[in-house]
């Protein structure tokens, strides 16, 4: 949601990236033209590695521990 904006404008788009490279530039790109500003994922393993990598610079990231993560505003459980 950006300044401004009431609940009722908000949209929901949900798609699906793979996971090399390309798959996450192309999840970047997305995300920065729908000017997302804060990215948040859980930590388990090391898969959140290379996704941190490719957003890095472009939003504002938060690694959260699986268990925390359903207190955030916004998340939705898989």
């Known amino acids: ?3 401004g904006e009431s609940r009722e404008s908000v949209r929901k788009e949900i798609r699906r990236f793979g996971t090399t490279t390309g798959a996450l ?4 790109d997305w995300l920065t ?3 997302c500003e804060h990215v948040a ?4 393993g090391p898969y959140w ?3 941190w990598n490719a ?8 690694l959260i521990n699986p268990a925390h993560m359903k207190a955030y505003r916004g998340a939705r459980p898989m």
């Not at 530039?25 to 970047?28: A, S, V």
């Not at 994922?41 to 388990?44: I, K, L, Q, R, V």
């Open 25 to 28: 530039l192309e999840l970047r």
């Open 55 to 62: 957003l890095e610079g472009h939003v504002g990231l938060m």
């Open 49 to 51: 590695k290379p996704l």
């Open 1 to 3: 949601m950006t300044p």
């Open 41 to 44: 994922m859980e930590s388990t």
């Open 33 to 35: 033209a729908a000017r």
